[in-house]
């Protein structure tokens, strides 16, 4: 009976620490369960409900002041590389530098890969975390003897996402990254958009210059008979005087032209991503290069779903929206896991000899945090910022195409005037060289003509230059032909 006793006392020895790490798993169990009932009361107190996201309302657009032909869509309207429809080679090599070697696109395109590891940031808040250390401990007093200890500790913590706050921070950085990527497509449009009008402009500026010369030529041969007419008394010396100071007009207008030239090289350097002087584009003739492209009539119905600007604005809505959500998620309680262990020796070859460890569950209530509250209301009070700034996007957009239209439409009617000036000037200036050879009318009244005649090719030119602008304008305003973005769909699938 002793033995037996013996026995069985050394038997419930041996099961006491299985029996206390049961009780402690059944008490931790316990308190999760007692926590989650807690965070579960105290989040149905709190009021976190969002309502579905919608696209900001704008002023309705009816028709525009292009009113000819039927609306068409986006595809027919403008092309992917819609630079290629004016019919040069050169521009496309243009444009092609400026795309691989412009540093502003390479900004941007920096800022996509910043707002995607974003996200996995974001997600990152979702998972539990560790922490390992370990130290020594070293000790000698008066009465002592030195004493030392070594311990090493690990801890995880995870706080369980249990109302959706950190997919609400997923989405609002998923929301910026679209935005991002759309910011480089406007960035794009736009540098496609400088590249192709200040070409335009150098080239106009060679044909101006030329002509300029030109004029500066037949001034000085106008003045070569006023000076021979003054020595034989038939014209006053103001004439000449007058005919000089037209001269240094002339000349002053030619230094300008050179100036504007020179800049607007350094502006297309800086474009193609290289130092200004660095690169010096050929001389070349505008209306011998470059081709007026023809623009499809009638404007597609899905402005607001093709211009980058718009839809980033759009997107950073929706972040907007996001943020709130999360903030107001951030109300209710958090539960939190802890799971911690460790070990101390006084020597490091026992170190690992012995063994303790524990599991806290915990509950977290910032509804009592006032900070938690006011950042509520920062993320609304931002929400509507985005929301207006949206519709300053949506506003000037619908400017930008109306102005291009305008523009456009203005520049072609006056195009027609300007030729038949031209044509017409140019018939006087045959006959009235016709009849010098007859001796019907003087040398002088030939350079008068041809100089009227170079003044109404100079704006002919100038508005061949404002067409081709107003064309890439146009086409910029339109979205220059990116595919339509719906971001309501972006919300559907999450």
């Given at each position: 009976m002793s033995a037996l006793s013996d026995s069985m006392v050394l038997q419930r020895a041996s099961n006491a620490p299985a029996r206390r790490g049961a009780s402690r798993r059944i008490a931790?169990?316990?308190?999760?369960?007692?926590?989650?009932?807690?965070?579960?009361?105290?989040?149905?107190c709190v009021?976190?409900?969002?309502?579905?996201?919608?696209?900001?309302?704008?002023?309705?657009?009816?028709?525009?002041?292009?009113?000819?032909?039927t609306p068409v869509s986006a595809a027919a309207t403008i092309e992917p590389d819609w630079w290629k429809g004016f019919h040069d080679p050169y521009l496309d090599t243009l444009v092609a530098?400026?795309?691989?070697?412009?540093?502003?696109?390479?900004?941007?395109?920096?800022?996509?890969d910043v707002a995607s590891t974003q996200i996995g940031e974001a997600k990152a808040g979702a998972l539990p975390t560790m922490d390992l250390g370990g130290g020594a401990d070293f000790e000698k007093s008066t009465r002592q003897t030195f004493a030392k200890q070594y311990n090493v500790a690990t801890q995880v913590s995870w706080d369980i996402d249990i109302w959706g706050k950190v997919e609400k921070g997923v989405q609002a950085q998923k929301a910026e990254f679209h935005a991002s990527e759309a910011d480089w497509r406007a960035g794009y449009l736009e540098l496609v958009a400088n590249v192709s009008s200040t070409y335009f402009q150098i080239l106009q500026f060679d044909d101006q210059i030329e002509q300029q010369q030109q004029t500066l030529v037949t001034n000085r041969q106008i003045l070569t008979i006023y000076e021979g007419q003054r020595r034989n008394g038939l014209i006053p010396q103001t004439q000449v005087l007058r005919q000089q100071a037209e001269i240094n007009r002339l000349t002053n207008q030619l230094l300008e032209l050179h100036r504007s030239r020179d800049v607007a090289n350094n502006a297309l350097c800086t474009l193609l991503g290289v130092p200004a002087g660095e690169f010096q584009l050929p001389k070349g003739h505008l209306q011998q290069r470059v081709q007026l492209p023809v623009v499809p009539e009638g404007l597609p119905a899905q402005l607001l779903a093709r211009r980058p600007d718009v839809v980033a604005a759009e997107f950073r809505v929706l972040e907007a929206y996001n943020l709130v959500g999360e903030a107001k998620l951030a109300q209710l309680p958090t539960i939190n896991l802890t799971g911690h262990g460790g070990t101390a020796s006084f020597a490091l070859t026992d170190l690992l000899k012995s063994f303790t460890y524990g599991f806290m569950p915990s509950i977290n209530i910032p509804?009592?945090?006032?900070g938690v509250r006011a950042h509520v209301k920062v993320t609304q009070a931002q929400s509507t910022v985005a929301e207006q700034q949206y519709r300053v996007a949506v506003m000037g957009a619908f400017e930008e195409v109306e102005n291009a239209l305008v523009n456009l439409n203005s520049h072609k009617a006056q195009r027609v005037e300007l030729q038949q000036e031209v044509s017409r000037l140019q018939i006087v200036a045959d006959q009235i060289q016709s009849q010098l050879r007859l001796g019907?009318?003087?040398?002088?009244?030939?350079?008068?003509?041809?100089?009227?005649?170079?003044?109404?090719?100079?704006?002919?030119?100038?508005?061949?230059?404002?067409?081709?602008?107003?064309?890439?304008?146009?086409?910029?305003?339109l979205g220059g032909g990116w595919p339509s973005v719906d971001v309501q769909a972006e919300v559907k699938e999450h």
């Open positions: 931790a169990l316990r308190g999760l369960g007692a926590a989650v009932v807690c965070a579960l009361s105290l989040g149905a009021d976190v409900s969002m309502p579905d996201y919608k696209r900001p309302d704008t002023p309705a657009k009816g028709s525009w002041s292009d009113r000819k032909g530098k400026a795309i691989s070697g412009n540093f502003d696109i390479k900004v941007l395109a920096a800022r996509i509804l009592l945090d006032p019907v009318v003087s040398q002088l009244e030939v350079f008068e003509t041809e100089r009227t005649l170079l003044e109404a090719q100079q704006e002919l030119l100038a508005n061949h230059q404002l067409i081709l602008s107003d064309t890439v304008l146009l086409y910029k305003a």
